[in-house]
């Protein structure tokens, strides 16, 4: 099938990652970004097209100039906290502009799409592996966006034909194993890399949001996957929409939950550092644990993270963070 692969969002930290990964396994890409939040240079491979998905002029004009095959869409707010203090901001450009996504698409007979979903569409959830069984009841904005893109791209699927991949992820973590690309955010919201600004001595300490919760050392408990792994999850969701595969939704994690000290602790052992630490209350939107279960993509598409242990996802990003 001919054509070339559009990357919305591919100047930022998961785009820019799974862009690379595509080009290096034989596919041509489009890189369609408005450089809000990513970087022209991280959006080193394939072609460039600056364009926001607020104007639907920037999206037709790109669509055509390229011939475009399938769509992977990574243009979203995913701050919980902002999307609580802001809402508006979220569901103007998570949902209205990914509308206009869609509605180009259709207008230029483009139907395959991978979509950037996340765990936090499930809301609270009791503490075990979350399966894509579990209903989805978010408890945030940002949960909620994602939630009601899942729900339009299905009634999209089924009038228009649209075929897609819903890919669930857990805590993005880590960098680019070759150092090329990584996590530039301004402001830092993450926490492994606000964990190595405390290390390195750009900030005087990192915040625990809460030591209350209902789990063993009273701090969040979530599942970090490595950006390699993700990139490599989404070129298999490609292949599987460009072989005729139907819509679906899979969970992306590794199935095990690191608490937030148990990242501070990680940090030290692969930095050799001691990482300063102040408790302070809890995030709003905030669940006490999400660790998802990634064995239906395992099953059905064949996936398995090659970076699964916590402090090789660390030391990546601690590599990116000392280049950068």
């Not at 790109?62 to 906290?81: M, N, P, Q, T």
Request: aromatic share 10%; hydrophobic share 40%.
């Amino acid at each position: 099938m001919e054509g070339k692969i559009l990357v919305i969002g591919g100047a930022g930290y998961i785009g820019s990652q799974v862009n690379k990964h595509l080009n290096r396994h034989g596919f041509e890409t489009v890189v369609f970004d408005n450089l809000s939040t990513g970087f022209r240079r991280l959006a080193c491979y394939g072609e460039f097209f600056e364009g926001d998905l607020k104007n639907i002029e920037d999206i037709e004009k790109c669509l055509r100039k390229y011939k475009i095959k399938a769509v992977l869409d990574f243009a979203a707010f995913a701050s919980v906290g902002e999307s609580v203090a802001n809402p508006a901001k979220y569901y103007r450009n998570n949902v209205v502009n990914t509308i206009n996504l869609l509605d180009s698409l259709r207008a230029f007979n483009i139907n395959k799409l991978i979509f950037s979903s996340t765990c936090a569409t499930y809301g609270e959830v009791p503490p075990r592996l979350l399966t894509e069984q579990q209903p989805q009841n978010p408890v945030n904005p940002y949960g909620r966006t994602k939630w009601i893109m899942e729900m339009a791209m299905r009634d999209y699927s089924a009038a228009y034909g649209l075929n897609f991949v819903a890919l669930r992820y857990f805590n993005a973590a880590g960098a680019d194993p070759e150092g090329e690309v990584g996590e530039l955010h301004n402001p830092e919201t993450h926490l492994i890399p606000l964990v190595l600004d405390a290390a390195s001595g750009r900030r005087e300490y990192i915040s625990v949001f809460g030591n209350d919760y209902k789990t063993p050392d009273g701090t969040c408990i979530r599942d970090y996957i490595h950006t390699e792994d993700l990139a490599q999850a989404h070129r298999l969701a490609l292949e599987y929409l460009i072989s005729g595969g139907k819509s679906a939704a899979f969970n992306l994690g590794n199935g095990n939950g690191y608490s937030v000290l148990d990242i501070i602790k990680a940090a030290e052992c692969v930095t050799g550092r001691k990482i300063p630490m102040k408790i302070a209350g809890r995030r709003a939107g905030d669940p006490d644990f999400l660790v998802g279960s990634s064995e239906l993509i395992k099953k059905q598409l064949g996936w398995m993270p090659q970076y699964a242990e916590l402090e090789k996802i660390i030391s990546h990003a601690w590599a990116w963070h000392q280049k950068n």
